[in-house]
């Protein structure tokens, strides 16, 4: 099926899509500070810039979209029109996610993956099971933790 948009405009749209302070990082870290979490945005000084850095459990929150980070959920599928194009864009993300944890991990830093598909459209009682993970997380002493599909995944060293 062909794009309904012109390139111009299809391209115009695409880089409107914000990177940083996306509406699932936004919920993240409203509920983080409501509980009493202090933290950073972004900090350029560690790799790839984490969404939410918890300097005082040296932990970092990537909150990740689905479509540019290649989750296979119900909010991810192929795009039709240049495929090359986004196969390459789409593989390159998650290759460098998996280098930014690496590179984390070596800094000692504790990583919590969080995706969109989580959180979007979810209703309190599933909002507030993710924090509370989160927090549990936290004060454990987990090296990663995953949050795929209404499960919990902590990972020890």
């Given at each position: 099926m062909a794009d309904i948009v012109d390139v111009r405009t299809?391209?115009?749209m695409m880089s409107?899509?914000?990177g940083k302070n996306t509406k699932p990082e936004v919920v993240?870290?409203?509920r983080l500070h409501a509980r009493g979490y202090r933290f950073r945005l972004h900090r350029k000084d560690l790799?790839?810039?984490p969404d939410i850095v918890l300097p005082k459990y040296q932990a970092v929150v990537m909150v990740n979209g689905c479509f540019w980070h290649g989750h296979q959920c119900r909010l991810f599928k192929w795009p039709k029109t240049r495929p090359d194009f986004w196969r390459t864009k789409i593989e390159g993300n998650i290759h460098r996610d998996r280098k930014k944890m690496?590179?984390?991990q070596r800094l000692s830093w504790r990583v919590?993956?969080?995706w969109e598909c989580?959180?979007?459209g979810a209703g309190e009682e599933?909002?507030?099971k993710v924090i509370e993970s989160i927090a549990e997380w936290l004060i454990g002493g987990d090296s990663y933790l995953f949050i795929p599909h209404g499960r919990t995944q902590a990972i020890h060293d």
């Open positions: 299809r391209s115009r409107g899509i914000k993240i870290r409203q790799p790839g810039s690496s590179e984390l919590c993956v969080l989580e959180i979007k599933r909002l507030n």
